[in-house]
Every structure is written in structure tokens, then in C-alpha cells.
């Protein structure tokens, strides 16, 4: 079949109504511009859920088998993320930085599209591989949405001031708040899974190392902060930080070395 059946079109639109988004969210525009930016975000969102469905039905099974099929799951996420960030803080500007990760993820998807494929390894005939990708794209969406928060903090810290870089901190550690126990859960949720489908828990591969590496590090930010033993920038620093260890652990592991070693190469 063609590679992501109608995605070239669709991902067309979807770069179209978030850049109008962009625009809307970031820059200082007229109330209407507001309004068409915010619908435009949404309208993206329901785009990438109703092509997400439309997969899982030709396909004939939840499209999370590749890495391409993923960064929708992530895309999705991202626009309820962002909207929840707005419902939560009243902040249009800090919509901004979930915008831009969607975008940067669907231009990543467009540029490196994949056939769609109905066949499934025997290890992701598990009950428990859909619930494990499901609950870690929405814990990378509520993480990487902190990093790009404290991204745009450290910028906003140097330009403006203390005061405004601080209240910013503290909404990227909110996040890392709500995305932490999802990517435990996930992590939990993975175990079981191998343990189906491998008859293992834990193996220590690659992969396996390397979101283990990413909980930890996510852990260990979690007990500086309420021991409070980071300063504003720092934790700004080792937010950002962490999600860069996560994105290894999501793409970066398969172009290790000892990355063809790993069980979870099933996803290329």
C-alpha cells in the first residue's frame, strides 16, 4: 500500500491550520486572529485523531507498530496537552511551544513516510502493548511539553527577568508532576508486555536500558526538587535535559551499535 495512505495531503493541512495556530498563539494579534488560531489548533487535533482511526481501521489493527505510526500518537497528545495547558493557566503564549513540537514532528513524519503494513510481529499480540505505547506517548507528551516549556524559559529568563522566568519553571514542573507517574506506568505496563511476549520481565537491552536511564533521571529531578536544591535555571537546565535523554531513548537507541541486539528493533 502507499506510503501513509492520504498523510501527504493531510499532513499538508495539518502544517497549514498549526502554523495559523502558531500565529495566533505566539505573536500579539487581533482577538479574531486569536480565536481563528485557537480553532486551527483544535481542528489539527481532531484531524490527526479522525486519520489516527481511519488507520486503525484499514489497517486492521491500533496503527502503533512503527516509529512513524508513534509521533501521531505523540501529535495527538500534544494538541490535548497543549489545550489543557490553556484550560489550566490561562497562558495563550505557552501553547506556543506544543505547537511547534507538533509541527516539528509531523514535518519529521512527511519527510520520512512509511508504508502501511496490516502485518503484526507476534510480540505486539499482547493485551498489553496497546495500553504501555498509549500511556508513554502520553507521558512524552506531558514531558516533552516541559522541556519546551523550560526551553522558552531560559530564553525568557535571560531577556525579561527572574519573576517571569520562575513562574514558567514552575508550570514546567507541574508537568514533569503529571508526566512522571504516566511514564511510570508505562514503564510498568512495558514489563508486563515482555514478560508476554518474551517470558521476561526485564532484559536489559538497549532499549530497556535506556528508558529505565530515563525514568531515573526523571526520578532524580523529582527528589532535587522537593528538596529543594535546584535553582530556577538549574531545574529549567536538567528539565530540558531529561527530555533530551528521552528523545535517545525513543529514536536515538536504534542507531547505537549494540542497537541490533535489542528485541524492540521490530518497530523499523
Known amino acids: 500500500m502507499s506510503a501513509h495512505g492520504p498523510f501527504g495531503l493531510i499532513g499538508s493541512v495539518l502544517l497549514v491550520l498549526w502554523l495559523l495556530a502558531l500565529v495566533g498563539y505566539a ?9 481563528a488560531g485557537a480553532i486551527a489548533f483544535a481542528t489539527g487535533g481532531v484531524v490527526v ?15 502503533m507498530r512503527t516509529q512513524g505510526e508513534t509521533r501521531l500518537w505523540y501529535m495527538a497528545f500534544l494538541v490535548l496537552m497543549g489545550l489543557a495547558i490553556q484550560a489550566r493557566w490561562r497562558s495563550r503564549v ?23 503494513d496490516k502485518t503484526l510481529m507476534p510480540a505486539l499480540n499482547s493485551p498489553w502493548f496497546a495500553p504501555h505505547v498509549i500511556v508513554y506517548m502520553m507521558a512524552y507528551a506531558a514531558l516533552g511539553t516541559a522541556g519546551a516549556v523550560s526551553a522558552w524559559a531560559l530564553i525568557v529568563l535571560k531577556r525579561r527577568g527572574a519573576q ?4 514558567l519553571e514552575q ?9 512522571f507517574p504516566l511514564l511510570t506506568t508505562g514503564f510498568i505496563l512495558g514489563a508486563f508486555w515482555a514478560k508476554v511476549a518474551w517470558g521476561h520481565y526485564w532484559s536489559w537491552d538497549p532499549k530497556e536500558t535506556w528508558a529505565f536511564l530515563t525514568w531515573a533521571v526523571y526520578l532524580a529531578y523529582l527528589h532535587l526538587d522537593r528538596a529543594k536544591l ?11 535535559g531529561a527530555f ?17 541486539s535489542s528485541v524492540h528493533i521490530y518497530s523499523q
Open 27 to 35: 505573536l500579539p494579534v487581533k482577538p479574531w486572529l486569536q480565536r
Open 49 to 63: 485523531w479522525g486519520y489516527l482511526g481511519w488507520l486503525w481501521k484499514v489497517l486492521e489493527r491500533l496503527p
Open 94 to 116: 505557552l501553547v506556543a511551544p506544543a505547537i511547534v513540537m507538533t509541527m516539528v514532528f509531523l514535518i519529521i513524519t512527511m519527510l520520512h513516510p512509511e508504508s502501511l
Open 164 to 167: 517571569e522566568g520562575t513562574a
Open 171 to 179: 508550570m514546567a514542573r507541574s508537568l514533569v508532576y503529571v508526566g
Open 230 to 240: 535546584l535553582t530556577t535555571k538549574l531545574s529549567l537546565w536538567v528539565v530540558f
Open 244 to 260: 533530551m535523554v528521552l528523545l535517545v531513548c525513543w529514536f536515538g537507541v536504534t542507531i547505537l551499535p549494540n542497537a541490533a
